[in-house]
Every structure is written in structure tokens, then in C-alpha cells.
């Protein structure tokens, strides 16, 4: 289903906490690592560009924006950091719109809004949206995971820095959802 995505501009992954197989056992560590190099060669085979702590800079007409993409990089401890920013934007093209893909959502706060004020949208996963709570569009919502995640779906804000929660369209444990919806996001970028 996902080889089907095409873009003109192209489309960029990243990986998240699952994918490097921490929460396997493995036989040896050359069965995890063999695992996590097919994973990576997946991304190819369904032509994305798998961003591995680096940035792309993509023209539009006149003009450009960065993608960043980062590993894994969770504020919490409970999960691995994989991530590194500061060698994803290394030499990267200034005084362009930056759009960070960063999976977990709590690197938005632990990092992004403290030190990279040049990011200005980060897009994120991670949450499931607890795959259980309460939504009334536009009026209220509600669930569990906003007790360990304060950004877990949705858009939010600071400092004129945003951040988008996409609460994607698998799960984990529990093979469905309740109040809360699977989702695809599509977000509008217009140059001023």
C-alpha cells in the first residue's frame, strides 16, 4: 500500500523506535543487524529517500525548503537516541523554510524549541494517539497518552515553531482504536 505514495518533490522517511529491532530476541546480533539493513533497503525499494540524520534541500519554482530527517531521538530514557540533529542540519542551506521529520514527538521540546529556532514545522508520529480516547472535532479530545506525551495529536505551537502529531495508521499491541482514528495527514506549505 505505501509504494503507492508518489510525490513530484519526492518522499522522505525516517525511522522510529521499532524499527531497530530493540524489542526482539534475537538468536545473535547478526540476525538484528542483517533485520535492521533489510529495513532500510525496504525504504529504497519503495522509493523514499530514508533520512539517516541528514537534510535534502528541495527547489520549488524559485525558491527551496529543507527536509531534515533524524533517527530515533526520544526525550524520554525508556526509549533510544539515535537521533543527531546538529550533524542532520550540518551544512545546510540557510535562510530556507526547514521542516524537521523527527518520529518522537518529545525531541520537539527537548531540543528543537530550546536550540534550533530555524526550525520552523517539525512532523511527528510515535503516540498511535494512545489508539483510545475521545474526539470531538474542534471541541475537545482526549487520551490517556497526553499524560506522558503534552504533544500527542495535532498541531501545536510555540515561539512561532509548530509541530504536527500525525497519529498514523497502524497499532501497537491492541489490533484497533477507539475515539481515536487512524490518520493521514496532508499539510499545505504556501511561500509568502
Do not use: C
Request: aromatic fraction near 12%; glycine fraction near 8%.
Amino acid at each position: 500500500m505505501f509504494s503507492q505514495a508518489k510525490a513530484p518533490l519526492g518522499v522522505y522517511s525516517i525511522l522510529g523506535n521499532h524499527d531497530y529491532g530493540d524489542y526482539h530476541h534475537w538468536d545473535n546480533p547478526d540476525d538484528k543487524r542483517k533485520n535492521f539493513e533489510e529495513l532500510k533497503n525496504m525504504h529504497a525499494r519503495l522509493g523514499w529517500k530514508l533520512l539517516l540524520n541528514e537534510h535534502v534541500s528541495v527547489p520549488v519554482k524559485e525558491t527551496s525548503f529543507n527536509v531534515i530527517g533524524v533517527e530515533n531521538y526520544s526525550a524520554s530514557p525508556r526509549f533510544p537516541k539515535h537521533g543527531d540533529l546538529k550533524l542532520a542540519i550540518q551544512d545546510m542551506p540557510k535562510d530556507v523554510f526547514n521542516v524537521l521529520l523527527s518520529h518522537d514527538p518529545s525531541h520537539w521540546h527537548a531540543q528543537v524549541t530550546t536550540d534550533h529556532p530555524d526550525i520552523h514545522l517539525t512532523l511527528s508520529g510515535h503516540t498511535h494517539g494512545f489508539q483510545f480516547g475521545v474526539e470531538i472535532p474542534g471541541v475537545f479530545k482526549w487520551s490517556p497518552v497526553q499524560y506522558m506525551y503534552p504533544q500527542w495529536a495535532g498541531l501545536y505551537e510555540k515561539t512561532g515553531q509548530y509541530l504536527y502529531v500525525n497519529r498514523g495508521l497502524g497499532y501497537l499491541g491492541y489490533p484497533g482504536r477507539v475515539g481515536i482514528l487512524p490518520e493521514i495527514t496532508l499539510i499545505t506549505l504556501e511561500t509568502a
